[in-house]
């Protein structure tokens, strides 16, 4: 169970003046509950690689296998891939639009042909996953707080109960407080539900506390994959290509260098304290 790229391509307009390759030969799997964190800078091609997980854009060359099966062969169920694989878009508030909160998280259960009771029971089930309140599922989706509609626009994503949740840039534009409570809540849902999660972000801050493992991406290609420590240790490189590693990730090479005994390699603050406070005892 899990979704397998194969040497993927994508072009953009091919043939035209605005050709532009977005992916080049990427190859990657994601076992099922996986909580996976994309990184790249802007226009490295993230976007463009989770369209692909759900078929929203079809691959120029090489292959998609989810739980096995080729995606693009004759006769795939695009519809069901569709509803096991959810996406949600960078700044998802822009596509609410019905009169109130539950109705709208209702869209997508309804869509695929369920009761009204089930839909509002998923959606209620959806709704609390988020952490949004009861008191406001009457209320116009337009009148709440940025943090509050992207917590109604994941859950009517959830509300259709897809397997494996694609969040592009789910923290983009939000405050400090609000992209951690965003962060926070995905990370409970994650492990409530053991469904496949795959963050994309420009961040390694961000992410680096909550994900199992870190793809880099870079001008179109997979720069690196594996556990947050493993590429963290790349972090002079990751500079060269516009990312930042956490800043512990820097304070820990700094202790190192000027002699403390000290193993650089931790990826959050807790553990960085853990690692100074044993160097002390040791
Ligand atoms: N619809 C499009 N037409 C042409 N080029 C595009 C289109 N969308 C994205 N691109 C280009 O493809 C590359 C990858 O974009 P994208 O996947 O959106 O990157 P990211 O999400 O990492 O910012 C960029 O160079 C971008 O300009
Ligand atoms: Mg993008």
Same mark, same amino acid.
């Given at each position: 169970?899990?979704?397998?790229?194969?040497?993927?391509?994508?072009?953009?307009?091919?043939?035209?003046?605005?050709?532009?390759?977005?992916?080049?030969?990427?190859?990657?799997?994601?076992?099922?509950?996986?909580?996976?964190?994309?990184?790249?800078?802007?226009?490295?091609?993230?976007?463009?690689?989770?369209?692909?997980?759900?078929?929203?854009?079809?691959?120029?060359?090489?292959?998609?296998?989810?739980?096995?099966?080729?995606?693009?062969?004759?006769?795939?169920?695009?519809?069901?891939?569709?509803?096991?694989?959810?996406?949600?878009?960078?700044?998802?508030?822009?596509?609410?639009?019905?009169?109130?909160?539950?109705?709208?998280?209702?869209?997508?259960?309804?869509?695929?042909?369920?009761?009204?009771?089930?839909?509002?029971?998923?959606?209620?089930?959806?709704?609390?996953?988020?952490?949004?309140?009861?008191?406001?599922?009457?209320?116009?989706?337009?009148?709440?707080?940025?943090?509050?509609?992207?917590?109604?626009?994941?859950?009517?994503?959830?509300?259709?109960?897809?397997?494996?949740?694609?969040?592009?840039?789910?923290?983009?534009?939000?405050?400090?407080?609000?992209?951690?409570?965003?962060?926070?809540?995905?990370?409970?849902?994650?492990?409530?539900?053991?469904?496949?999660?795959?963050? &994309? *972000?420009?961040?390694?801050?961000? /992410?680096? @506390?909550?994900? %199992?493992? #870190?793809?880099?991406?870079?001008?179109?290609?997979?720069?690196?994959?594996?556990?947050?420590?493993?590429?963290?240790?790349?972090?002079?490189?990751?500079?060269?290509?516009?990312?930042?590693?956490?800043?512990?990730?820097?304070?820990?090479?700094?202790?190192?260098?000027?002699?403390?005994? &000290? *193993?650089?390699?931790?990826?959050? /603050?807790? @553990?960085?304290? %853990?690692? #100074?406070?044993?160097?002390?005892?040791?």
């Amino acid at each position: 169970m899990s979704i397998a790229l194969e040497h993927v391509n994508y072009v953009y307009s091919p043939g035209t003046a605005y050709e532009k390759q977005a992916l080049k030969d990427v190859s990657l799997e994601i076992p099922q509950g996986q909580f996976v964190g994309i990184i790249g800078h802007t226009g490295s091609g993230k976007s463009t690689l989770i369209q692909h997980l759900n078929g929203l854009i079809r691959a120029t060359s090489g292959k998609i296998l989810y739980e096995g099966q080729n995606i693009y062969e004759e006769g795939y169920d695009m519809r069901k891939l569709r509803s096991q694989v959810g996406l949600v878009f960078q700044y998802p508030e822009y596509q609410l639009f019905e009169v109130d909160v539950i109705t709208d998280v209702c869209f997508g259960p309804k869509n695929q042909g369920l009761s009204p009771e089930e839909c509002e029971k998923r959606a209620r089930e959806a709704l609390e996953l988020v952490g949004f309140p009861e008191k406001y599922y009457r209320q116009s989706p337009f009148e709440l707080s940025g943090g509050q509609k992207r917590r109604v626009a994941i859950a009517g994503i959830l509300a259709m109960r897809p397997k494996v949740l694609v969040l592009d840039e789910p923290t983009a534009g939000l405050d400090p407080k609000g992209r951690d409570e965003i962060l926070d809540q995905i990370d409970y849902l994650h492990r409530q539900t053991g469904m496949t999660v795959i963050l &994309v *972000s420009h961040s390694m801050e961000d /992410i680096a @506390e909550y994900v %199992d493992r #870190i793809i880099v991406m870079n001008r179109g290609e997979k720069m690196y994959d594996g556990v947050p420590r493993e590429v963290f240790s790349h972090y002079k490189e990751l500079e060269k290509v516009g990312l930042a590693a956490p800043q512990v990730t820097y304070v820990m090479h700094e202790l190192k260098e000027r002699g403390f005994p &000290v *193993s650089p390699d931790v990826t959050t /603050i807790e @553990e960085a304290a %853990d690692e #100074i406070m044993r160097s002390f005892h040791d």
